[in-house]
């Protein structure tokens, strides 16, 4: 090989090795610059998916154990009919309780490499092209326990009548990773699960074995 080939070669390496190192410098910045981006969609659609698993998982979970307003809160009535008192079925409570929770494990668990498509000028922090320009595909993958709560309230339903109400209080914590992002986050959401009009006085309320007047 001769001296001039030689001096190409070299030239030709060192061209490489400089183009190199300024792909890496631009991988650096835009990993830099689109990670704050990533986190908060990994929030955002992390929230937005936890919601959606939530209300799923009441819903399948009341339909499998056929739970009613009935089957959650007794009743006792006076000879002309009106309420004297409400007590709560915590053998079914409590059983709704647990499926729920677990429901929204399993839910979450199965969330993986969930597509979700934003556009180029989002993901990169650019107000001028927010929304704008081609998708770019983010997989979501997700995990998480869930801690549910039972509640009973009474509202003023018009005159003489008072709706009872009873909801699961539901705080979520999840960690969301959209790739190279993992973010930890948490939803709570309330879901009435019964509800019924009481005409009358508010009666007694029985809750965990204690009494209280709820007029």
């Known amino acids: 090989m001769t001296a001039s080939a030689m001096k190409k070669r070299r030239r030709l390496k060192r061209w490489m090795l400089l183009v190199l190192i300024i792909l890496l410098i631009f991988l650096i910045l835009l990993e830099i610059r689109v990670r704050p981006a990533v986190a908060s969609i990994a929030v955002v ?9 939530i209300n799923e998982a009441v819903s ?22 009106s309420v004297l008192e409400i007590t709560t079925n915590m053998s079914n409570v409590n059983k709704l309780k647990t499926e729920v929770s677990l429901r929204i494990g399993e839910k979450l668990e199965d969330i993986k490499n969930r597509r979700v498509d934003v556009p180029f000028g989002t993901l990169m922090g650019l107000n ?21 709560d039972f509640l009973s309230e009474f509202e003023s339903g018009g005159i003489n009548q008072t709706v009872h109400k ?11 990773l959209v790739h190279p992002v993992s973010e930890n986050t948490s939803v709570t959401t309330t879901v009435i699960i019964a509800e019924t009009v009481i005409v009358g006085d508010v009666p007694n309320y029985s809750l965990y074995g204690s009494v209280k007047n709820s007029a």
């Open 128 to 148: 001028l092209l927010y929304m704008r320009g081609p998708d770019i595909p983010l997989h979501i993958t997700m995990s998480g326990c869930a801690e549910t």
């Open 60 to 81: 399948e979970v009341m339909d499998e154990l056929e739970l009613s307003y009935e089957k959650l809160a007794e009743t006792t009535k006076a000879e002309n009919g």
């Open 45 to 53: 659609q992390g929230k937005r998916l936890c919601t959606e698993v």
């Open 166 to 176: 009873l909801s699961l209080n539901i705080k979520t914590d999840m960690t969301v």
